[in-house]
């Protein structure tokens, strides 16, 4: 038993880590704030890297109002990586680095809820 449980557990980190997909947080209740299509052609024998910036926009009458969900959806299907370097949950900001694979274009789909 214990066996079968260790090799699922390593076959979730492999899957994990193959895919460009970033979520955080929760979208459940939330509603959608930001949605944005980003896509950024590819470079001759390098890595595309980009940064992405949002700041949530002042609503009068709401005093604190934070990022509850990110999700960040890779429509290449490749190994490109999008994270959050500065904000993110709990803030209401949040910037994010992409990354594509080499001589392959950036093309993300990203959606912030508060």
């Keep these: 038993m214990y066996k079968y449980s260790s090799i699922a557990i390593i076959l979730a980190v ?11 947080g929760t979208n459940f209740l939330r509603p ?6 980003v896509r950024y052609p590819a470079k001759v024998l390098q ?4 940064n992405f910036n949002f700041t949530l926009p002042a609503v ?8 509850q969900g990110i999700l960040a959806y890779d429509l290449t299907h490749s190994g490109a990586s999008a994270n959050v ?3 993110g949950l709990g803030y209401n900001f949040v910037n994010m680095r992409m990354k594509s694979d080499r001589y ?3 093309h993300y789909d990203i959606y912030i809820y508060a």
């Design 14 to 24: 492999v899957v994990a880590s193959e895919c460009g997909h970033s979520f955080l």
């Design 32 to 37: 959608l704030v930001f949605h944005k299509e």
């Design 47 to 50: 890595k595309r890297i980009e």
């Design 60 to 67: 009068p009458g709401v005093y604190s109002r934070s990022i």
């Design 85 to 87: 370097t500065k904000g």
């Design 104 to 106: 392959k274009e950036l």
